[in-house]
Nanobody, 128 residues
Framework: QEQLAESGGTSVQAGGSLRLSCAASRAAYSNTCMAWFRQVPGKEREGVASLWIGIRRTWYVDSVKGRFTISRDDAKNTLYLQMNSLKPEDAAMYYC?????????????????????WGQGTQVTVSS
């Protein structure tokens, strides 16, 4: 069974930057979608950013566009989320997810229900 391991979450002041990492135990393929989600207590898990491996196409939720960047190092089999200009509302548990999909349309929808492989999460705290 594949495992995803997130790291990099910590406490940071508003306006600061963080880079989250997600190490995967198995390789990705051209039809693999990898994504970052976040969740705060009492709310549904929210899709933040996704990456379609085959053509490196990316999608972002509107609230993070221009501030966050999703990327992947193929040699390290690791997904990243670079987060800049952090805001208190970015504070959450961040999860990495992975799923092979039939097409990239599903990848761009950023729906948690479309992903079966998840990491354990890494906590991001942003103080104002």
């Amino acid at each position: 069974q594949e495992q995803l391991a997130e790291s990099g979450g910590t406490s940071v002041q508003a306006g600061g930057s963080l880079r989250l990492s997600c190490a995967a135990s198995r390789a990705a393929y051209s039809n693999t979608c990898m994504a970052w989600f976040r969740q705060v207590p009492g709310k549904e898990r929210e899709g933040v950013a996704s990456l379609w491996i085959g053509i490196r196409r990316t999608w972002y939720v509107d609230s993070v566009k221009g501030r966050f960047t999703i990327s992947r190092d193929d040699a390290k089999n690791t997904l990243y989320l670079q987060m800049n200009s952090l805001k208190p509302e970015d504070a959450a548990m961040y999860y990495c997810a992975k799923q092979d999909m039939l097409n990239y349309d599903a990848c761009g929808r950023l729906r948690a229900a479309d992903f079966r492989t998840w990491g354990q999460g890494t906590q991001v705290t942003v103080s104002s």
